[in-house]
């Protein structure tokens, strides 16, 4: 069965600080992936998807940044972080192929920028 | 320019009694329909989900209606429990291209 893992589950960091999100996907391979940043009691704002390694397609301009390095990883990372990067972020993975297709949720990470 | 547009934005029901949750989509292409339920803290879990060729699927409490003429589709929650209060979100898919609604958060009163 396929498993999806993000890390750290919560972290805090000051303005202005690095940030990297790990998430890993085990039991399938060249999974879509996605970021996604949900603000407190709020809808679901894509950020980020990917089709391959490498490939990443960006769907809101901002401080943040993804990368793919491998086949199951996908990371977001930002130089500096701003207090309006707050919020829940989640990643998930998707197969196209197959008759369903529906988007898999890891656990979250919930950042607090100070 | 929201692709699913769902309501409402919050739901108070009592125990025993219905959720209903409806959503609704303008995109003829779309042709998977999943709903998610998300604790707090937690991310979203696949709950259900239809396709257009079926206007009725039904999985324990959870009922999807699709009316495709319409281009609506909604959550039925039958026998509402304190447990299923939750944030709610509705989808609609057409290859790689996700769109989810607002969100509904459920609250079951005991």
């Known amino acids: 069965s396929q498993t999806i893992h993000q890390w750290p589950a919560t972290l805090v960091q000051p303005v202005g600080s690095p940030l990297s999100l790990e998430c890993t996907v085990e039991?399938?391979?060249?999974?879509?992936l996605y970021w996604y940043r949900q603000a407190a009691g709020r809808g679901l704002q894509l950020l980020f998807y990917s089709v391959g390694i490498g490939q990443i397609s960006s769907e809101v301009p901002q401080n943040l940044s993804a990368s793919r390095p491998q086949d199951r990883q996908f990371i977001l990372s930002s130089k500096k972080l701003l207090l309006s990067d707050s919020g829940f972020y989640l990643c998930?993975?998707?197969?196209?192929?197959?008759?369903?297709?529906?988007?898999?949720f890891g656990p979250g990470t919930r950042l607090t920028v100070l | 320019q929201q692709q699913v547009k769902q309501s409402p934005q919050s739901l108070i029901v009592q125990k025993g009694g219905i959720s209903i949750i409806n959503c609704a989509y303008e995109?003829?292409?779309?042709?998977?329909f999943p709903w998610y339920q998300q604790f707090p803290g937690k991310g979203p879990a696949l709950l259900i989900a239809?396709?257009?060729?079926?206007s009725e699927k039904k999985e324990g409490r959870f009922t999807i209606s699709f009316n495709k003429s319409a281009k609506q589709f909604s959550l039925h929650i039958m026998d509402s429990q304190p447990g299923d209060s939750a944030t709610y979100f509705c989808?609609?898919?057409?290859?790689?291209?996700?769109?989810f609604g607002t969100g509904t958060s459920l609250t079951v009163i005991p």
């Open positions: 998930a993975w998707s197969m196209l192929a197959g008759f369903y297709n529906e988007q898999f």
């Open positions: 989808a609609a898919i057409t290859g790689n291209q996700f769109y």
């Open positions: 995109n003829t292409a779309f042709d998977y």
């Open positions: 239809i396709r257009p060729d079926v």
């Open positions: 039991g399938t391979s060249n999974p879509n």
